[in-house]
């Protein structure tokens, strides 16, 4: 089955325009732009962000070819600019990639983390399980404080387990997606991990 939104990709040919689209908030003008023209003025009105700094993204983007004036309109005495994003999606190769998309997130993520202890009633707890495995947790000793968690596990599973869980946890973030209310971020990652595990003993 061809995939229509690669098929219309227009293919990323240097780094500046690759680390442009990994940055959230560039890569979100631009595709606001897709379906509609846009003013900065508009944008920054949607989404309640200061004009002069979504000015200089949107004239960045502009000179790197990911936005084109596409028109003008004239308001009170004054003509601003159109924009739209040069293509309906952007295919970025990895060779072009300077760093991961999610690694700006990753960071901001780790700060509203670190923000949320600071402002909670305990910490971390280190122990070993009943089997003998080491644990970490987060305790909180107040029932006060917002929904900011963060759940680390170190697993034992076949790679079919491991498939599974993947796309259980896929299933369980997508349930929520259309939802109104404030903006959470959410990430989860399943790799192999590198930490020493003890040998299951045979009875």
Same mark, same amino acid.
């Given at each position: 089955?061809?995939?229509?939104?690669?098929?219309?990709?227009?293919?990323?040919?240097?780094?500046?325009?690759? &680390?442009?689209?990994?940055?959230? #908030?560039?890569?979100?003008?631009?595709?606001?732009?897709?379906?509609?023209?846009? +003013?900065?003025?508009?944008?920054?009105?949607?989404?309640?962000?200061?004009? =002069? *700094?979504?000015?200089?993204?949107?004239?960045?983007?502009? =000179?790197?070819?990911?936005?084109?004036?596409?028109?003008?309109?004239?308001?009170?005495?004054? +003509? +601003?600019?159109?924009?739209?994003?040069?293509?309906?999606? @952007?295919?970025?190769?990895?060779? @072009?990639?300077?760093?991961?998309?999610?690694? +700006? #997130?990753?960071?901001?993520?780790?700060?509203?983390?670190?923000?949320?202890?600071?402002?909670?009633?305990?910490?971390?707890?280190?122990? #070993?399980?009943?089997?003998?495995?080491?644990?970490?947790?987060?305790?909180?000793?107040?029932?006060?404080?917002?929904?900011?968690?963060?759940?680390?596990?170190?697993?034992?599973?076949?790679?079919?387990?491991?498939?599974?869980?993947? =796309?259980?946890?896929?299933?369980?973030?997508?349930?929520? &997606?259309? *939802?109104?209310?404030?903006?959470?971020?959410?990430?989860?990652?399943?790799?192999?991990?590198?930490?020493?595990?003890?040998?299951?003993?045979?009875?």
């Amino acid at each position: 089955m061809q995939d229509r939104f690669l098929s219309s990709a227009a293919r990323v040919r240097n780094r500046k325009s690759a &680390a442009a689209l990994a940055d959230p #908030l560039r890569r979100r003008i631009v595709l606001a732009c897709v379906p509609q023209e846009r +003013t900065v003025g508009g944008l920054a009105t949607a989404w309640d962000t200061d004009l =002069k *700094r979504l000015h200089y993204h949107v004239i960045t983007l502009a =000179k790197l070819g990911l936005l084109t004036v596409s028109g003008h309109r004239r308001r009170a005495g004054r +003509t +601003t600019k159109l924009y739209r994003a040069s293509a309906p999606a @952007f295919f970025v190769p990895v060779e @072009f990639a300077v760093e991961s998309p999610s690694a +700006t #997130l990753a960071l901001q993520m780790q700060e509203s983390l670190v923000a949320a202890r600071r402002r909670a009633d305990g910490g971390f707890l280190y122990h #070993l399980d009943d089997k003998g495995e080491p644990k970490m947790r987060t305790v909180a000793f107040s029932k006060s404080g917002d929904a900011t968690a963060e759940t680390w596990r170190v697993l034992a599973l076949p790679e079919n387990d491991a498939r599974q869980l993947s =796309k259980q946890i896929a299933a369980v973030l997508n349930s929520y &997606a259309g *939802r109104s209310g404030g903006g959470w971020l959410v990430h989860f990652a399943l790799c192999p991990s590198k930490l020493p595990r003890a040998r299951r003993r045979t009875p």
